[in-house]
């Protein structure tokens, strides 16, 4: 499975875009970009996933590069509820197993 | 449509003690998934069952075993506790096994787990 990176931390002025980017350069093309954030206390809460075309759901868009290098969360309207640590995983069409790194802790500030 | 539920919430227990904790998955999901949370980091895979079956195992040592029951529930028992079991035990749930990829994990909200 391919090996995220992603900055330690983040901060964002509430109701401005957040763009958290993941650096994802030894992707394969059966691997999948799924992003997940977790509210202090809370579980993982998925948010969004993608192969290579772009995705926008009710919670955020997913940007990811012609050379599925890397890829971009964004969040268009950040709020202080969306403070948490998000983390970007690649995951292959058929996988046993489901690895976190470290993630990104984004702060929201008003 | 209630989430996934674990229990209990908190638990402490003393070195050497056995734990078990449970998870009940969202109703119509049959794939459960346990995960290790250590202060700081981000969940470590344990293991993945699938219609009862073991699917997945991460790099733990036997001191931790689970279950998957008929009604899909899940049990995580860990033996000979350490100090260093001590974290937050996550269990996710979807429908399929984790190779179905529109079938994202859900969450429960854990089990923190303090061994003295």
């Known amino acids: 499975d391919a090996k995220t990176t992603q900055p330690p931390s983040m901060d964002c002025a509430e109701g401005r875009a957040a763009n958290l980017p993941c650096n994802h350069s030894?992707?394969?093309?059966?691997?999948?970009v799924y992003w997940y954030r977790q509210i202090h206390s809370q579980g993982p809460q998925y948010i969004i996933h993608g192969l290579k075309n772009n995705e926008t759901n009710e919670m955020a868009s997913l940007i990811i590069t012609e050379d599925r290098k890397s890829s971009t969360l964004i969040l268009p309207h950040a709020t202080l509820r969306d403070t948490a640590v998000y983390y970007c995983i690649a995951l292959k069409t058929s996988y046993d197993k489901v690895i976190f790194g470290p993630g990104t802790s984004l702060s929201v500030i008003p | 449509d209630a989430g996934v539920t674990q229990s209990p919430t908190h638990l402490i227990k003393t070195r050497g003690q056995h734990v078990t904790l449970r998870c009940s998955p969202i109703?119509?999901?049959?794939?459960v998934s346990w995960y290790q949370q250590v202060l700081g980091q981000g969940p470590q895979f344990i293991f993945q069952?699938?219609?009862?079956?073991?699917?997945g195992r991460g790099n733990f040592p036997d001191r931790f075993s689970a279950r998957q029951f008929p009604n899909y529930s899940s049990e995580l028992n860990v033996n000979a506790l350490l100090l260093g079991d001590s974290a937050l035990y996550l269990c996710?749930?979807?429908?399929?096994?984790?190779?179905?990829?529109?079938?994202?994990?859900?969450f429960g909200n854990g089990t923190r787990l303090t061994v003295t």
């Open positions: 109703s119509g999901h049959k794939s």
């Open positions: 996710a749930s979807s429908p399929l096994p984790l190779t179905g990829l529109n079938s994202p994990l859900h």
């Open positions: 030894t992707i394969s093309g059966n691997e999948y």
């Open positions: 069952y699938y219609e009862k079956e073991e699917r």
